[in-house]
Nanobody
């Protein structure tokens, strides 16, 4: 059972990135999924969630209107489209099972991908 994130990198403020998360060993389409992030020296922060069918999303206020979560259950994949990035978005981003802020406690999450927003 594994989640693998990719797509992180360094970007200037105002830029965009698209993160991907691919699952193996289980059927993610059966689960609500979330993105969480953790900045240096801080605890995990919930970013947003999408339900198993992909029809419902929810976002933290800090990213609402800038980030979009989507999924392709046929590909066992989850995505996070990030735009208008800010330095405060700098963190390691993880995908995890679960819906809502409780996903920060999920026992199943990936190894993370680093996003750095800096001029």
């Amino acid at each position: 059972v594994q989640l693998v994130e990719s797509g992180g990198g360094s970007v200037q403020p105002g830029g965009s990135l698209r993160l991907s998360c691919v699952a193996s060993g289980f059927i993610p389409g059966n689960y609500d999924m979330s993105w969480i992030r953790q900045a240096p020296g801080k605890g995990p922060e919930w970013v947003g969630s999408i339900n198993s069918g992909g029809g419902t999303t929810d976002y933290a206020d800090s990213v609402k209107g800038r980030f979009t979560i989507s999924r392709d259950n046929a590909k066992d994949a989850l995505y996070l489209q990030m735009s208008s990035l800010k330095p405060d978005d700098t963190a390691v981003y993880y995908c995890a099972t679960g819906m809502g802020p409780i996903a920060t406690m999920s026992p199943l999450r990936g190894q993370g991908t680093q996003v750095t927003v800096s001029s």
